[in-house]
């Protein structure tokens, strides 16, 4: 009798620890990415849903080699904004343009970028809070991209975020760590794109990510996160990789018309030359389908939080809305995934 009260005592003082854990606080943000703007009545009613927050890319800064100067490219057509929306600009910058831009042009094209960001933004009467740069710097270019980011956060006068990848984590002694207000860490693409049918997925897998998720705790910026929403077909012909389409999915590969299915459930091989989606595909090419779902968000989250430290507030922002599956991706399970932050 004895032995099973003490029992009894145990189970209560797991059931009132496990009832004391504080539930996810974070928020849910969606990225953006097509050049036009416009929201299906499905992705307004997910905005919504899950706290109205949207990062959109408003332009990319690349390398002209011809006239040897940075330019903006892929401009943002913002059409109907809903009311409401929380919006964070977010520029892309080639690195090719920190690699040729001279020095003494840094700060000319921090003054250039700021000056587009708030045309674009001034157009549409978005009152912004913050901006983002996504630019996955080099050593050789290190120097270069973060003199323009303290030009850009002099100028800007916003809170400044960047994007950062895992192995600029985990090398941060060699890699550096930008001078910006908060960063933004892309959990996915953590993997090397091959043409080996049984290698892990590339977007994410628990191995490949556990070779960095041990330094997330010492990195010195607070850090929100970014999660794959997306699948793609890599295209390989006589053992090479020669293409990556996020527009080739299952439906496409399960046409037993023009694929069959080989070494498991994943790869498919054209049993005649066509073309799809404007794509020519030779016969005995092979597709190896990497897909995320919910099964996938859910086990990159888990294995995050372990490592993230403390902090007061996260953003869990998925990348992204303007190619989301809602067969895969709903309200319910986006909100089951930011709550485990």
């Known amino acids: 009798m004895l032995k099973y009260f003490r029992w009894l005592i145990v189970i209560a003082i797991l059931f009132s620890a496990a009832s004391c854990r504080k539930p996810g606080t974070a928020s849910t943000a969606f990225y953006y990415w097509k050049t036009g703007f416009k929201l299906s009545d499905q992705q307004a ?14 332009f990319d800064v ?3 080699d011809k006239q040897q100067r940075a330019y903006p490219n892929a401009v943002v057509k913002l059409n109907e904004i809903p009311a409401g929306l929380n919006i964070t600009p977010v520029i892309y910058i080639t690195n090719k343009t920190f690699e040729n831009i001279p020095d003494t042009a840094v700060a000319t094209l921090a003054a250039h970028c700021n000056k587009l960001i708030n045309e674009l933004a001034s157009e549409k009467k978005i009152n912004y809070a913050k901006v983002q740069v996504d630019c996955d710097w080099s050593l050789s270019t290190r120097i270069k991209y973060f003199s323009f980011l ?3 956060k002099k100028l800007n006068k916003k809170q400044l975020e960047v ?3 895992l192995h600029q984590v985990k090398f941060k002694d060699r890699t550096g760590v930008p001078p910006a207000d908060r960063g933004v860490l892309m959990f996915y693409n953590m993997g090397k794109l091959n043409a080996g049918l049984h290698q892990p997925n590339s977007i994410y897998n628990e191995e490949d990510a556990g070779k960095y998720v041990d ?9 929100d996160i970014a999660l794959p929403l997306f699948s793609w077909a890599i295209h390989i012909r ?3 990789v020669i293409q990556v389409y996020g527009k080739i999915g299952r439906r496409q590969l399960t046409n037993r018309g023009s694929f069959e299915q080989i070494e498991g459930e994943a790869n498919y091989r054209a049993k005649t030359s066509f073309f799809l989606e404007g794509i020519y595909i030779k016969q005995n090419d092979i ?3 990497e897909e995320t779902d919910g099964n996938t968000l859910n086990a990159a989250a888990k294995q995050l939080a372990k490592h993230l430290p403390d902090q007061k507030h996260t953003t869990i922002i998925y990348y992204e809305l303007a190619n989301i599956d809602p067969e895969k991706f709903n309200e319910e399970t986006i909100r089951q995934v930011s709550a485990r932050f």
């Open 150 to 152: 303290a030009a850009f």
């Open 62 to 64: 690349s390398w002209n």
């Open 287 to 289: 597709f190896k389908l």
């Open 45 to 58: 009613d997910l905005l919504k849903q899950t706290g109205n927050n949207a990062y959109i890319r408003f």
């Open 163 to 165: 994007t950062i990848r």
């Open 215 to 223: 330094y997330l705790n010492s990195y010195p910026l607070k850090l």
């Open 238 to 240: 006589n053992g090479r």
